[in-house]
């Protein structure tokens, strides 16, 4: 059974409600999401691990350490996810970036897979799926499935908010990936739409409504 991991830390909390608030910009928006990007990569690596290397420093030699393990990559779910790219990138300059096209058809609410493109050595890289919104987990669950049906095993997924029923579903459907999520809300409105959240991630961070 794999873990839910809900961030505790305080910079990443004030981050998150700062942007809730409906008169937070475009560009604004889009800055401090790829800044909770950085911090929740932060914590959602520091189980990777390390081998010994020598070095030799200015001074003297050393046993140093580095990270070994598998290699990584990034998979945001178009179109928000973008948004958290750079800022993991910041993290781990080494990652290869893969997408996933999806959206959610605004009556039927079921995830439309429109584009996948993968990193040809995808499956054997430990694999970061990264969307703001966790809403009823439709669009994460289908992009999961997508990159398993791809033979991609080490999956953790990262979530700026989410709300109780996708993670329900996705520990369900999904209970082999991790989920790293930045504010666990309250509940979906009528139009699933995650409450008290922050509206459209994608419409907030490109500035289209
Ligand atoms: C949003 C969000 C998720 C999805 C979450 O994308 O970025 O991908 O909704 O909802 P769900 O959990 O109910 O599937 P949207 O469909 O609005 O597409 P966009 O990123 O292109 O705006
Ligand atoms: N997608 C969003 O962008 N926001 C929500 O609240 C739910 C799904």
């Not at 991991?5 to 475009?26: E, F, T």
């Not at 200015?58 to 779910?77: F, H, N, Q, R, Y």
């Not at 910041?90 to 999806?102: C, E, S, T």
């Amino acid at each position: 059974m794999a873990n839910t991991i809900i961030m505790d830390h305080p910079l990443i909390r004030h981050k998150i409600d700062y942007i809730r608030r409906k008169d937070v910009g475009a560009k604004d928006f889009r800055t401090i999401v790829g800044e909770i990007a950085s911090l929740m990569c932060y914590e959602a690596t520091r189980d990777l691990p390390l081998r010994d290397v020598e070095i030799e420093t200015p001074i003297c030699k050393m046993t140093a350490k580095e990270l070994s393990g598998k290699k990584l990559a990034i998979v945001p779910i178009l179109r928000a996810g973008l948004g958290m790219v750079d800022g993991m990138l910041n993290m781990i300059p080494a990652a290869k970036v893969g997408h996933i096209g999806l959206y959610r058809d605004p009556q039927t609410l079921e995830p439309v897979e429109y584009y996948c493109k993968l990193p040809p050595d995808c499956e054997e890289r430990q694999v970061f799926v990264v969307d703001p919104m966790l809403a009823t987990g439709g669009s994460s669950c289908a992009a999961l499935k997508m990159l398993k049906d791809k033979g991609v095993k080490n999956i953790r997924f990262m979530c700026i908010l989410a709300a109780p029923v996708g993670v329900k579903k996705m520990t369900e459907e999904h209970p082999d990936v991790d989920l790293y999520i930045g504010a666990l809300d309250e509940k979906l409105n009528d139009h699933a739409y995650i409450v008290p959240g922050l509206g459209d991630a994608g419409d907030r961070i490109f500035g289209t409504k």
